[in-house]
């Protein structure tokens, strides 16, 4: 199977260099976002207490510069929600909402930058929220102030809107304001985090993050006795964990062919070689039992494996904290992404199924999607229409399909709502560049003013119904190697 789809999608690689017809343009706009980034970026606003007010403070100040109306919807004294909108003409037509998050996860050990300090080097900018997700929110205040300097109206409303709690499961954000404030946002359609693009020998693949996974942790706690450490005993919890754990790790979810993945895998079908076509038809067409074996073989690709079946990930341990004493009882988080249409309770008893009553293991789930969940986007819409229409100017060629991100977040709340969302998301190396949530969280500069592109293009053609700026751009022959 070709090795160009050994990668995972979390992003969007864009190649090119804007043409020289209106540069001055797109030159105004691409300083303009690294600015907003690099002046986010000094903002704290990591979890678990985000400065959002700071940055929300600083986001009103400059669309004040502009006399960009604003408001901002506050649940509690610590958080923020920010609301920006430049009115359309016809009123008849939805919205187009621009959303990001102004908090990031907590910066973890091991930075080289300083994390809450934005840092330009070789071409990139370091720190904290880099790519998750103050790029998103540099991007939407740039493209926002350019669009009303231009003194052209759109078609329909564009709508910038920056929540609270995102990466704690938005309480203060996007599930509140849904209940209390959605009748002053009201979008039908919405650009958000999320999104890729595969370049392959033969045409570039966009991945319009359509659907996402179901979030769930679930508690594996082992029980032992606690004593004195210098006294070890056989049932030493940690020890029966770390056993549990590794059970649970040779554990393998049965496949499941969804309607996003069936898309995906229909999609990138004629792209394979001999081999790789064979094993795709077998997943598409072929018997329930050939069906779990050519889903087995894929799943040796860990995003295709994403694409399949439902996936666990042990991540926060927790036992004694005394160094001369062992606990009675050891546990972890294991995080669980479920494909649409999974049971949460069919998968714990499941793993339930693993362990006897000797094994000392019990299993809770301590946090469970909210069901039902949204449907998947399908790609006979408008919006889509744009996403895929901006990627052929940028991309000649581009096929652009609907997809499944492994990740999880607002836009699952977006579309319980009824609005229909799409991912989009910047270039970059995933192999390489795709550090949120770690240490040294980067973009490169060409590559956030790629993403400004993109979302640029599709809210001209959406919203204006025209290029306010020419989107072809020259690709370099050596990209389509990448």
């Known amino acids: 199977m070709k090795k160009k789809f050994a990668l995972f999608l979390t992003c969007c690689l864009l190649a090119g260099t804007a043409v020289a017809q209106d540069a001055s343009g797109w030159a105004v ?28 403070r600083y986001i009103y100040k400059e669309l004040n510069k502009h006399h960009i109306d604003w408001d901002i919807f506050r649940p509690d004294k610590r958080h923020a929600n920010l609301l ?10 939805k919205p187009l909402l621009l959303i990001s998050h102004l908090d990031t996860a907590p910066a973890t050990e091991g930075w080289t930058f300083p994390p809450f300090r934005a840092t330009e080097k070789d071409g990139n900018i370091y720190g904290l929220g880099a790519t998750d997700a103050k790029n998103y929110t540099a991007v939407y205040v740039a493209l926002l102030i350019w669009l009303k300097e231009q003194n052209i109206t759109p078609k329909r409303d564009i709508i910038f809107l920056a929540t609270s709690g995102e990466e704690v499961g938005s309480a203060t954000g996007l599930q509140w304001l849904k209940d209390t404030y959605w009748d002053k946002i009201d979008a039908g359609y919405a650009l958000n985090e ?3 693009i595969i370049y392959t020998d ?7 993050e359509a659907a996402t996974k179901m979030y769930m942790d679930i508690k594996i706690t082992a029980h032992g006795t606690g004593i004195h450490s210098s006294m070890p005993l056989n049932d030493n919890a940690v020890f029966t ?7 649970i790790s040779e554990y393998h979810p049965k496949a499941k062919l969804t309607p996003p993945a069936r898309t995906f ?31 087995q073989i894929l799943a040796t690709d860990p995003f295709f494996r994403t694409q399949l079946q439902d996936t666990l990930n042990p ?12 606990s009675d009882e050891a546990s972890a988080i294991i995080n669980v992404r479920l494909l649409p249409g999974s049971d949460p309770d069919e998968l714990l008893a499941q793993l339930q199924a693993l362990f006897t009553e000797q094994d000392n293991i019990s299993l809770e789930i301590v946090e469970r999607p909210q069901l039902p969940f949204p449907p998947m986007m399908d790609g006979t819409d408008l919006l889509f229409a744009s996403i895929a229409k901006t990627a052929n100017k940028l991309l000649p060629g581009a096929v652009t399909v609907p997809g499944l991100s492994p990740a999880s977040g607002d836009n699952e709340f977006l579309r319980k709502l009824g609005v229909i969302t799409y991912g989009l998301g910047p270039e970059m190396s995933p192999d390489t560049e795709n550090r949120a949530h770690e240490a040294d ?11 400004l592109r993109f979302v640029a293009g599709v809210v001209f053609d959406f919203a204006y119904e025209q290029d306010l700026l020419p989107l072809d751009i020259d690709t370099p022959k050596d990209n389509a190697a990448k």
């Open 194 to 196: 999320g999104g890729g």
């Open 241 to 247: 964990l770390s056993q549990a754990l590794a059970k």
């Open 202 to 208: 033969d045409f570039p693949l966009v991945f319009a």
């Open 441 to 451: 969280e980067f973009i490169s500069i060409t590559d956030l003013a790629h993403q």
């Open 265 to 295: 895998f229909k999609s990138i079908l004629p792209l394979q070689d001999e081999d790789g076509k064979t094993t795709i038809q077998l997943l598409l067409d072929g018997s329930p039992q050939n069906q779990q074996s050519a889903a």
């Open 29 to 56: 706009l691409e300083q303009e976002t690294k600015r907003h980034l690099i002046n986010l970026i000094n903002i704290d606003t990591s979890q678990p207490d985000p400065q959002e007010l700071k940055a929300a």
């Open 84 to 93: 920006a909108r430049i009115k359309g003409s016809d009123s008849s037509l």
């Open 315 to 326: 991540t926060v341990l927790s036992a004694s904290q005394d160094t001369s004493a062992t």
